[in-house]
């Protein structure tokens, strides 16, 4: 049965995490990287790969070494982008897919279709904001509104002291240097959810639509999130988006967000509200968030996204599922939760998260 279902995900700051009571092995302990017995009721043995999400890779990094040093297992994680994740994945080339928007509807068939048995499933992750990076000599804190970000990324603001710049930035000396705009260039999930927030924002502003793909002809392209972060930090006048915790780890500044109450910051309270207020589109096991980019509520910064873990709920193969199933069950475990939010990401509300456990312990 399919669910929709809007305003009941709980705020992510003071949500009471469960910790997770399906098993992604059986009762038998596992011994851990250096011999010893695991406390990790979630191990499984063996190696898988996967790939997607470059914007998961700093939590990717964090679950995949702690799982390794308790259950002795390997998870080989590229960050290739979302869109080059979810094509390994409806290929068979990988366990599961890392991405930063749920599949749609086309991807979803293709990605069924390589299940056989079952059907694909999208298991959220952790949340985070899109970070509206900037790197401009002498301007320490910058706010911005969603009609102002559209025209900077379609060029048509080309300084950092325009005046639709300045009308938000009272008190701030502006520098007329030329904005110079960096864009992810292979199919990223990020932009996705950045293009999708302009739109929603600024319908009448914003024209390049909305897409994995970036559709604007200026500016320079960067492949991942680490190279948005090396062009933002090598070149004065810069700016483009990004995931808040890459943001974060490589001292990016990133403007605050005005959609008409005010400025607001990126925070776990921030994103907490803009998650709250996304409609819950649920098949089963599959957990797809519609986010309500275009949110104006007073503390809420809307633009954020979900990443989820796309994966073969049943089909495959006897080698991948009990490591797939074991490894995905950590993410969204209490300590998977905590180890993702100590990379600088927000944890899944408690419901929400709730039902993610129940989708991971589902693979078979």
């Not at 056989?116 to 900037?134: E, S």
């Not at 260039?185 to 929603?200: M, Y």
């Not at 803009?274 to 957990?287: H, R, Y």
């Amino acid at each position: 049965m399919k669910l929709h279902r809007t305003g009941a995900i709980a705020g992510i700051a003071l949500a009471s995490l469960l910790a997770i009571s399906a098993c992604g092995s059986d009762n038998t302990e596992t011994a851990s990287s250096d011999g010893s017995a695991s406390s990790n009721p979630n191990c499984a043995e063996g190696q898988i790969s996967a790939s997607g999400s470059s914007a998961q890779k700093t939590a990717m990094n964090a679950w995949t070494t702690a799982y390794a040093k308790d259950c002795g297992a390997q998870i080989n994680y590229s960050p290739t982008g979302s869109g080059a994740g979810v094509k390994e994945f409806t290929a068979g080339k990988v366990a599961f897919a890392g991405s930063d928007s749920a599949l749609k509807d086309d991807e979803q068939t293709a990605a069924d279709a390589r299940c056989k048995t079952g059907k694909a499933i999208n298991i959220p992750g952790v949340a985070t904001a899109v970070a509206i990076v900037f790197n401009v000599n002498g301007v320490d804190k910058l706010t911005l509104d969603p009609a102002t970000i559209s025209k900077i990324f379609q060029g048509q603001i080309k300084t950092w002291n325009d005046p639709a710049i300045a009308k938000t930035n009272s008190g701030v000396t502006l520098p007329s240097t030329a904005i110079s705009i960096v864009f992810r260039s292979k199919d990223s999930g990020t932009t996705d959810n950045f293009t999708k927030f302009l739109e929603a924002q600024t319908p009448e502003t914003w024209k390049l639509g909305t897409g994995k793909g970036w559709k604007g002809t200026v500016g320079t392209g960067a492949p991942d999130s680490a190279g948005v972060v090396s062009a933002v930090t090598g070149k004065d006048g810069s700016i483009s988006y990004v995931d808040a915790p890459d943001a974060k780890k490589n001292s990016l500044k990133a403007a605050a967000l005005d959609t008409g109450a005010g400025a607001v910051e990126i925070s776990d309270e921030t994103v907490g509200k803009a998650i709250a207020a996304a409609e819950q589109d649920f098949d089963g096991n599959n957990l797809k968030l519609k986010l309500n980019y275009g949110l104006k509520e007073a503390g809420a910064y809307p633009a954020v996204l979900v990443t989820y873990q796309i994966t073969c709920e049943k089909g495959l193969t006897a080698d991948e599922v009990k490591l797939t199933k074991g490894f995905l069950s950590y993410v969204v475990s209490d300590a998977g939760q905590t180890a993702a939010a100590d990379a600088g990401y927000s944890k899944l509300p408690a419901d929400l998260l709730t039902k993610a456990q129940t989708a991971a312990a589902a693979i078979a």
